[in-house]
């Protein structure tokens, strides 16, 4: 896999060559080893690890329902009463992130009401935090810690 501009850590790595498997934390399995879950695996452990994010507040994969649309949100973390308060969006390290990537966390944040959003696709980080009216998303120079959230 690709090297990211997140820091390197003690992935687990299973499967076969033609199916590879990585060991997810949250999820406490071994899903496809695919680029984006690449990104994923190595964003969540940033999160932990060097941000201070408490893993019992976070989850992956989650599934969303809007109207008759089912849509999976890649990371979410929760606050203490269960209520989304930050989303993270991830994109494999080849996939250059658009206005349709930030349109697509929209569309999340319309039913989730999540008051920080992350995208990354391992390379490019952005973070931003929904104004105090709750008008508009500003961006934020760097990912806060946990504590400062």
């Not at 687990?12 to 879950?37: C, M, N, Q």
């Not at 109207?67 to 250059?96: N, W």
């Not at 930030?102 to 992350?118: G, H, P, R, S």
Request: proline share 5%.
């Amino acid at each position: 896999m690709s090297h990211l501009n997140l820091p390197d850590f003690d992935i687990k790595i299973a499967g076969t060559r033609s199916h590879p498997t990585v060991f997810d934390r949250l999820r406490r399995r071994y899903v496809a080893l695919t680029p984006e879950e690449w990104v994923r695996q190595h964003f969540v452990n940033y999160l932990i690890v060097h941000k201070g994010y408490p893993a019992s507040l976070l989850a992956n994969e989650v599934r969303l329902t809007i109207g008759d649309k089912t849509l999976r949100a890649d990371t979410l973390l929760y606050d203490l009463q269960m209520r989304p308060r930050l989303i993270v969006e991830y994109k494999a390290p080849h996939i250059v992130i658009s206005q349709k990537t930030f349109d697509q966390v929209f569309a999340y944040n319309l039913l989730l009401k999540a008051d920080y959003f992350i995208i990354s696709n391992g390379l490019h980080h952005y973070c931003c935090r929904l104004s105090e009216n709750h008008e508009k998303f500003l961006f934020l120079p760097d990912i806060p810690d946990y504590k400062n959230i």
